[in-house]
């Protein structure tokens, strides 16, 4: 098992910025891709960013420019944090962001996106123009 939980939210104005944070602990494999994913009501979930445990990241095309994910190398044992520092927002960014966690295989190919084992309980980001 792995709990994520996300933290960093809130209510900001067009073109300012926020940090998410996504504390992961438990059962965390060594190889592993932490991925940050956004849904608004009525809207199917979207992948915003994700990054593999050898730093490698995948954004989309709202999030390239725009966003950036990191994750803290202080590498703790069974537990890891992941950071999505939101630059620029626009009210097209209003939605609950969730944090989610996949064990990757070593070798071989693999998606990075869904499906993801765990997952946060979310945390809501509100842009007003």
């Known amino acids: 098992q792995v709990q994520l939980v996300e933290s960093g939210g809130g209510s900001v104005q067009a073109g300012g910025s926020l940090r998410l944070s996504c504390t992961a602990s438990?059962?965390?494999?060594?190889?592993?891709?932490i991925a940050w994913y956004r849904q608004t009501p009525g809207k199917q979930r979207e992948l915003a960013a994700s990054?593999?445990?050898?730093?490698?990241?995948?954004?989309?095309?709202f999030s390239k420019d725009r966003f950036t994910i990191s994750r803290d190398i202080t590498n703790v044992k069974n537990s890891a944090t992941v950071y999505l520092q939101m630059n620029n927002l626009e009210p097209e960014d209003t939605a609950v962001y969730y944090c989610?966690?996949?064990?990757?295989?070593?070798?071989?190919?693999?998606?990075?996106?869904?499906?993801?084992?765990?997952w946060g309980q979310g945390t809501q980001v509100i842009v007003t123009s």
């Open positions: 990054i593999h445990s050898d730093g490698s990241r995948k954004y989309t095309r």
């Open positions: 989610a966690y996949k064990e990757v295989p070593k070798t071989g190919t693999w998606s990075w996106l869904e499906p993801y084992d765990f």
């Open positions: 438990g059962s965390i494999h060594s190889v592993n891709a």
